[in-house]
């Protein structure tokens, strides 16, 4: 905890009990929710409009109203520890207001650190300092595949508890400045082989991407790059993240990537071509997330191509293979099709397979698919093949 927040919060249970009790009960009156994520879209948060200030203000105004007038000055602890007390006060705030500052500096105001000022322990969720801190003295000095052991055996310990395992990568990118570049490395080629975990707007893997980006900047040979960032693609245990780190890297990093980069798009592809294109081949709509409204075997098809002509050649000859093998795998194509009405995901998905084999092989497979979508694409498939109507 933050010692000067911790003893203003005393203050304020010692002066005003009842305010104290308001404070437990009703947090989000009180944190910053815009600083944490996993509560910037609740049904408050998403109202920070002048209506939802005006709720806010009526609140305050009534847990103030039962305080004496000699212990009104209560409200200025208020303001210190909150900044919307501030806010409603007119109060201007002094300090960061930065999410990875105040949550370092243990603010009650932001909702990570929120509740152990009241439970006087880390909330099970998050990773605590003290684990932390066991992990990072395990890991400062250690080698290269040192810190990928560390960071494995940690990862794995909280790998099914979600936000935990997010909250333990963050921490790590909070410190990541002050690593050596072995330690650096290891956590990189570390979060690669673990990225099989998350999807592809999964915060885990973006923190990776960020984490080789600053990883890359610290080599000042474009050869010594290069190797780096092929070991890193090689390791990847998802091909997906392996396909948009590049990518991502690519579009908003240039420059901390080798100076040439056909090298690593050819490990890519030859790292696709010995995984996806051999006899009993996993199935990309299964390898990834395929609920409706997830694109991440789409995102895959994509990124494939974007590595070249002979990719896409690739990637057809995979979506071939894939179909006649597994036909019902259909069903999670002709999913991907029709998502949403006011996406024409139909055309988009074009390049990705010839839409003439695609009508005989549903055809044929008709009773194992979905008929409402089978439905919607034959009323698609067969208007473009008549043509346009004469009036």
Known sequence: ?????????????????????????????????????????????????????????????????????????VSKLLEDLF?????????????????????????????????QYFLLKVPSELFSQEE??????LIRNASEEGAIATFKKTFQAVKTEDF?????????????????????????RA????????????????ISVRCTRKTLLKMKESSERESFLQLVVLESSSSLCALLLVEILEKEAREALPSDLQHIRDVLKNELRERYLTS???SVFEEFSTDMGRIEPIQFFMGWRRLGPDAELDQKRYLVELFDRRPADLNFFLKSMFRVEFLDD????????????????????????DSDKVQEFRARYDAERAGPTIA
């Open 132 to 137: 932390f801190n066991a992990f990072l003295s």
């Open 191 to 206: 979060l690669a082989q673990n990225s099989s975990v998350w999807t592809s707007d999964a915060f885990e893997f973006l």
């Open 164 to 188: 935990k395992r997010y909250h333990f990568v963050h921490r790590i990118e909070t410190i990541f400045d002050d690593l050596g570049l072995a330690t650096a490395r290891g956590l990189c």
């Open 280 to 282: 009993g081949a996993p």
């Open 346 to 369: 139909y055309n988009s998905l074009k390049p990705l397979f010839d839409y003439d084999r695609l009508a005989d092989l549903i055809n044929k497979n008709a009773p194992l698919l």
């Open 1 to 73: 905890m933050n010692v000067t927040d911790f003893v203003g919060l005393e203050l304020v249970r010692d002066i005003a009990p009842s305010i104290y009790e308001e404070i437990y009960l009703n947090p989000e009156h009180f944190y910053d929710a815009d600083l944490a994520f996993e509560v910037a879209f609740t049904r408050r948060a998403a109202r920070e409009d002048s209506e939802a200030k005006q709720e806010r203000a009526k609140y305050y105004e009534r847990i103030l109203e039962p305080i004496p007038l000699d212990k009104q000055y």
């Open 83 to 115: 900044p919307h007390f501030a806010q409603y006060k007119n109060k201007s705030r002094s300090g960061s207001m930065d999410a990875n500052q105040t949550e370092k500096s243990k603010r009650i105001f932001h909702p990570r650190c929120f509740r």
